[in-house]
């Protein structure tokens, strides 16, 4: 249908963005790229010289750098997991009739109106301390040893503070995506006698999929950079139980100000975060094609 | 039509952005988040009276971003500030690189003698002040004066580590959610690391040796490591690794902790019966050592105000430094607000002042300052400078993983053993890529 | 139209939901009733009813300037998020409307820009800041956001005009429209309410937006982000002081969701079309 005419003028639209993009591209990961061959510490700025790929094997002989990789990982896949099971429970629900829809929607997404440092010291403050957090008040109230959080779950704790804030993300969308499916189409698969179950697994969900997949795609590369929340709470620790990737790299590079190693470790994390979006890609790309 | 209105809106207020203002000079000025740096900021009406021409912007970090951005912009010479305040521990480090403009414009009544020598000397570099000491602290023991009457135990003027822990496993009562002692377990090198430094300096073991290597397989790290995690299992409070300054001594305000041994700076925290419920109860005495090492951790910080080299208001930035950090400032609390308010540790003056004495922490904090000696800091030669930190621009780095794994070994994920010979491992990596170990 | 529900089956969601809602609501709620708290009662323990104190407001205010923070965020995350509409609109409308075999692999592409991680880059940014005379700036800072929220816009867009109907195009261009009038009288109506969930959701991201927004500021730029990391952890714990400046840098993005989540919610029904 597209005619030449509109072919180009859609080319010229783009120019824009892509140009733009390909600027903020190239310049930070030519330069991070170039770092990553110095030896450059900016705490000790006469020693700058060509360092070739010993800031490559320096990262990777990294005590904590195959955990980092794990836990980077675990963190992507634990949020992943539960703001989309959440997500599409929560819309389902918020789709339901109900007395103050507006009133219950607008406090389910709230959490994704808090800043990421100010909802970790929340969480750990007033939520998870073990002495005076509401957590600990609860399990107190049972008879039970209140738990403590950071020192005996410490990835988990960070899944959850994170989960909690991109749950409304995920609900949101995913809520959007269900409210624009048919009724006519639902009604008629009520006529059909479908139940409840079947309505959702046929009709539902497919229709909810490249929702699902925005969501997905758009989460994993915020949550592959995950590391306020680590530094507000456990600070990597205890051990490297809590170590993730960008949190390594801030270490080498605000705390040692080690710019040669900070950049070799960046540009592992683009590799990684490439082959994660590959891989995702595979598993949910067809459904942006629909 | 919103749209029309959202970006209409945008643009002006970016128009009016754009318009700079003219003025004389303004000083922007960088500092830490804590009290007495605060009430600094609400006294500077005095500076600005005097002097009309100058004009103050302040920037208020929490601690570890302030660090992270004074260095940045101070190594990339970015010029976003013309005072810093920063630690002892940048100081010697940055005046090295030149990065820092000397103080030798102070004013004729400033009397840069009555500086505490402690402190003072970490702050020179061939006889050239590179920084004002706005604040000083060492660490000292503070402990529930109640509770040892109760339990029939005398406090020592100068404890032993032996003592301590009997003493703690003694107060300890799990019903009563009392902990014998409370000590710092956070990841930081900041954090647990500035206490387990000092505390492996009172066992008289070192983090390197005469040739930079590290020390974590020798017996004193072995014997200071056991020994905390031993103490806190049996009694610390519970979720003691997450701990740091500020939740200890919420613990020990709330009346939680028998023993707690910290920065001197907590005493006025504990004492002020504001906040704390102990503030009556509570006795100090000497951060304690081993027996027979003769060494109380040499545990030494100040907060000092610094101009960065390069800077083009330095005349105007001597003049704040020299307002911030003389006799006239501590006056000038004392008078608005009281002489417990006065920023301590930097002038033997306060020390003498009969008024300062009177408060109860002035006297033990006065002794932990001058016993710290951060030239020397455990018994055993070093070639590197600081107290509960080493000034090499590696520390914060290497300190923090070295935190994360003792950390862990205080949570029981891993052995006193492992996390030593992990540390061992990492220290070594790192110190040998820094070029120290040839 | 909507199925029927019986009264008690409402009754019986509004439960559920409002249970729900309050669990996931409770941490920002109980910060709000922390801030009206004095610093002992915050850390004696549960207790959901405040002294209703006003003094930590009054001491956060007269210890740091709340305006000019504020003003700050709001010029920068509006600002930021209009430029990023403008860019992205034409992109996102091409690649849904004239899709090539290459559009797929654009988008990953965009998205891709976004996988570095932003503490690796920092010193490279700040030296090219430095250079430019941007650090402090806000519009370095609006800059910076547009381009690092650029590829969410244009993800997002897209998504949201991938579900308008091609057949109303063929339609209108049956009728012999142009072009312009395409655009302007068949298309645009539909677009809007994706548009302006895009908007409302980029606000919010460029509002929390705070690593860039703490390291490349120092007075005159600095938001909100800046103002709360002034007020945590200093000595002592402070709670009630950190409730009481959380909740005044978290009020005005909630206010403003609360006003527009039917927007935010709405934006993908296009009742119009359906």
């Known amino acids: 249908m597209a005619t030449r005419q509109t072919r180009t003028l859609a080319r010229i639209m783009m120019m824009p963005s892509v140009l733009l993009l390909l600027v903020w591209m190239i310049v930070p990961l030519g330069m991070t790229l170039w770092f990553s061959f110095q030896n450059y510490n900016l705490l000790n700025p006469a020693n700058v010289s060509w360092a070739g790929l010993f800031n490559y094997q320096y990262f990777y002989s990294d005590p904590a750098f195959f955990e980092s990789i794990w836990n980077t990982l675990l963190l992507v896949g634990g949020v992943l997991m539960i703001t989309i099971f959440g997500g599409i429970a929560l819309a389902l629900l918020l789709d339901q009739p109900m007395f103050g829809q507006g009133l219950v929607r607008i406090l389910v997404i709230s959490p994704f109106f808090v800043m990421p440092p100010v909802a970790a010291l929340i969480w750990k403050n007033m939520i998870m301390h073990p002495g005076y957090g509401v957590l600990a008040d609860i399990f107190q109230f049972f008879g039970a040893r209140p738990i403590d959080w950071f020192a005996q779950y410490p990835l988990l704790s960070i899944i959850i503070i994170v989960a909690w804030q991109w749950l409304p993300f995920a609900t949101l969308i995913l809520l959007t995506s269900l409210q624009s499916l048919d009724g006519e189409q639902k009604e008629a698969a009520e006529m059909d006698g479908a139940g409840l179950v079947a309505r959702f697994w046929y009709l539902t969900l497919p229709h909810m999929a490249r929702a699902i997949t925005v969501v997905v795609l758009i989460q994993t590369i915020f949550l592959l950079g995950v590391y306020a929340e680590i530094l507000v709470t456990t600070n990597g620790g205890p051990g490297y139980a809590s170590t993730n990737l960008p949190f390594l790299i801030y270490r080498t590079a605000l705390l040692g100000y080690d710019v040669g190693g900070a950049s070799a470790g960046g540009v592992i994390a683009i590799v990684l975060a490439n082959i994660v979006a590959l891989f995702i890609m595979r598993a949910v790309g067809k459904n942006l094609d629909r | ?438 | ?274």
């Open chain 3, 1 to 274: 139209m909507a199925r029927t529900a019986s009264t008690g089956q409402k009754i019986a969601w509004t439960v559920v939901a409002w249970v729900i809602a309050l669990v996931i609501f409770f941490p920002i709620l109980y910060t709000i009733i922390t801030s009206f708290k004095t610093e002992p009662e915050a850390i004696a323990g549960i207790s959901l009813i405040p002294s209703g104190t006003f003094q930590n407001y009054i001491d956060v205010e007269t210890q740091r300037d709340y305006f000019r923070p504020f003003m700050n965020s709001v010029i920068i995350s509006l600002g930021s998020t209009v430029l990023a509409l403008i860019v992205a609109i034409p992109a996102a409308w091409s690649m849904a409307f004239s899709p090539t075999r290459r559009t797929k692999d654009i988008l990953m592409w965009m998205l891709s820009t976004k996988m570095m991680p932003a503490v690796a880059v920092l010193v490279p940014i700040y030296l090219l800041f430095r250079d430019w005379g941007l650090l402090d700036s806000r519009i370095g800072l609006t800059l910076m956001l547009t381009l690092i929220n650029l590829p969410i816009v244009v993800w997002m867009l897209y998504t949201y005009f991938r579900e308008i109907p091609g057949e109303i195009l063929e339609a209108s261009r049956m009728d012999g429209a142009s072009l312009w009038n395409e655009i302007v009288y068949v298309l645009t109506p539909m677009a809007v309410p994706g548009i302006a969930s895009t908007l409302l959701l980029n606000i919010i991201l460029a509002w929390n937006e705070s690593f860039w927004t703490i390291r490349l500021t120092t007075t005159n730029a600095a938001p909100l982000t800046a103002f709360i990391a002034s007020f945590s952890s200093p000595q002592g714990l402070f709670w009630a002081k950190l409730s009481a400046a959380s909740t005044m840098a978290i009020a005005p993005i909630l206010i403003m969701g609360w006003f527009s989540q039917r927007q935010l919610v709405r934006g993908l029904t296009f009742g119009a079309v359906k």
């Open chain 2, 1 to 438: 039509m919103k749209l029309k209105t959202l970006m209409l809106g945008a643009c002006s207020m970016l128009a009016i952005a754009g318009t700079a203002q003219a003025q004389s000079t303004t000083l922007t000025i960088a500092t830490v988040n804590n009290g007495d740096m605060i009430r600094m900021q609400s006294l500077t009406e005095d500076f600005t009276t005097k002097n009309p021409d100058i004009q103050l912007n302040w920037v208020t970090l929490e601690e570890n971003v302030l660090r992270e951005r004074v260095t940045t912009d101070v190594a990339t010479k970015g010029g976003q500030y013309d005072v810093m305040t920063i630690g002892n521990y940048e100081v010697p480090i940055w005046a090295k690189q030149g990065w820092l403009l000397p103080l030798d414009n102070l004013g004729a009544d400033y009397d840069v003698d009555d500086l505490l020598p402690s402190i003072r000397s970490g702050l020179e570099m061939d006889g050239k002040l590179y920084a004002a000491p706005f604040y000083g602290e060492s660490a000292m023991l503070m402990y529930r004066t109640d509770l040892f009457e109760k339990a029939g135990i005398t406090m020592p003027e100068d404890p032993t580590w032996e003592f301590i822990a009997d003493a703690a496993r003694k107060i300890t009562d799990r019903d009563a959610n009392l902990s014998g002692i409370c000590l710092r377990g956070k990841a930081g090198w900041g954090e647990n690391m500035a206490f387990l430094t000092a505390l492996n300096n009172s066992f008289g073991g070192r983090w390197f040796d005469e040739n930079w290597k590290p020390q974590f397989d020798q017996p004193e790290w072995k014997e200071s490591l056991q020994f905390y995690v031993n103490l806190m299992k049996d009694a610390g409070p519970s979720g003691a690794s997450s701990n740091g300054f500020n939740e200890n001594l919420t613990l020990f305000q709330q009346g939680q902790c028998g023993m707690w041994m910290d920065a001197t700076v907590a005493a006025s925290f504990v004492a002020d019966p504001k906040n704390s419920t102990v503030a009556d109860k509570v006795g100090y005495a000497m951060f304690p050592s081993k027996e027979g090492v003769d060494n109380h951790g040499n545990w030494l910080w100040s907060w000092n105000l610094a101009i960065p080299a390069g800077s083009t208001k330095a005349d105007a930035a001597q003049k704040f430094i020299s307002w911030a950090t003389s006799k006239g400032y501590t006056e000038l609390v004392a008078s608005k607000e009281s002489w417990a308010a006065v920023p301590p540790g930097t002038r033997t003056s306060l020390y003498e002042n009969a008024e300062y004495k009177k408060e109860p922490f002035a006297e033990p904090t006065f002794k932990a300052i001058q016993a710290a000696n951060i030239t020397k800091p455990t018994v055993k030669p070093v070639p590197y400078i600081g107290g509960q930190w080493v000034s090499i621009p590696e520390f914060q780095s290497l300190g923090t993983t070295v935190g994360q794994l003792f950390s862990a070994a205080l949570a029981g994920q891993t052995s006193v053993d492992d996390a030593l010979a992990q540390a061992q491992q990492v220290s070594t990596r790192e110190m040998t890529r820094g070029g120290y170990i040839k």
